[in-house]
């Protein structure tokens, strides 16, 4: 992409500012995620100081940075991670997900863009071998809150599961197709978007809570260290986000994932399934889900 004017290119290697906490090693030891698109003709006009910004290296956080590594400093970060990185300093802003907001309410939304989602996400899923009431046990990828949380509230609400073991898997190297019938395998980002297992059942979570609810569901929303934060990147994260909306094919064609959608299907999928806006609809589905995970005990 080409460099934004007068704006300074920060890497993982440089040496961060005085008023910038340096990022973890094991963060600044990653690349930066490869860029979603070739230069635009515009560079977005970025006005904050360059920031530390994490991000989660799936398809659909594309379009949120848009043009962002030719100004801001982008680590990838695993979702579980995020909230802790950002109290400790090591990264200004993160595109994290819903739940680190519910376990660390200090933390500042920026409220100008999000990952959800108004029906059918895609890209969030359980499957299983036989009928959902008889799930004790759901094997999950260890980098994941929100899902998980929205899996073991859908369970035990709407399918009457009390008594359900989540066991972290390498879900890149699990087989679903070998899972006993009273487990179920939860798969969340590109992995989720292949094709399902033969004979294997599958409920999109975000349908599922679209049909409970009548509510959009959030999954990850951009918070900041600390209000003053959230202020300064306030219009860059808005800028990022209106122009990335308007490059869904660019960022299609040059996405390198472990996804095996054609071009057709993953476009649709970022227009038609992944919602970014974050209104004052999408945050009534957000306290929604808040409520609903401590009305089961789910968190405190």
């Not at 309410?105 to 036989?130: M, W």
């Not at 899972?179 to 033969?198: M, N, R, Y």
């Not at 992944?274 to 009305?295: A, N």
Request: with cysteine.
């Amino acid at each position: 992409m080409t460099e934004a004017t007068a704006a300074p290119q920060p890497n993982s290697n440089s040496a961060p500012s005085p008023a910038q906490p340096a990022a973890p090693a094991a963060v600044a030891a990653n690349p930066a995620p490869a860029a979603a698109a070739p230069a635009p003709a515009q560079p977005v006009k970025f006005t904050a100081r360059p920031m530390r910004i994490g991000v989660i290296p799936f398809l659909n956080v594309q379009p949120l940075i848009w043009d962002m590594k030719n100004h801001h400093q982008l680590f990838p970060v695993a979702p579980r991670q995020m909230g802790d990185l950002l109290k400790k300093g090591q990264l200004d802003v993160a595109i994290a997900p819903v739940a680190t907001k519910f376990l660390s309410p200090e933390l500042q939304i920026v409220p100008v863009g999000a990952i959800g989602c108004k029906g059918p996400v895609k890209s969030v899923r359980l499957l299983s071998n036989a009928p959902l009431p008889t799930v004790t046990r759901l094997f999950a990828d260890e980098r994941s809150r929100t899902s998980v949380l929205l899996a073991r509230l859908i369970l035990k609400k709407w399918y009457g599961v009390r008594k359900l073991e989540v066991k972290h898997v390498d879900m890149e190297n699990f087989k679903p197709s070998q899972t006993k019938p009273w487990e179920a395998v939860l798969q969340f980002g590109d992995i989720a978007l292949e094709t399902a297992p033969t004979g294997m059942s599958v409920l999109d979570l975000g349908e599922e809570w679209f049909l409970r609810t009548q509510k959009p569901f959030i999954f990850a929303v951009w918070m900041a260290r600390n209000v003053q934060v959230a202020r300064e990147i306030e219009m860059d994260l808005l800028a990022a986000k209106t122009e990335g909306l308007k490059h869904l094919q660019e960022i299609v064609d040059h996405y390198k994932g472990i996804w095996v959608f054609h071009r057709a299907q993953a476009k649709e999928y970022l227009e038609k399934n992944i919602d970014y806006s974050y209104t004052q609809v999408e945050v009534k589905g957000q306290l929604e889900f808040e409520r609903l995970l401590k009305e089961e005990g789910l968190i405190l």
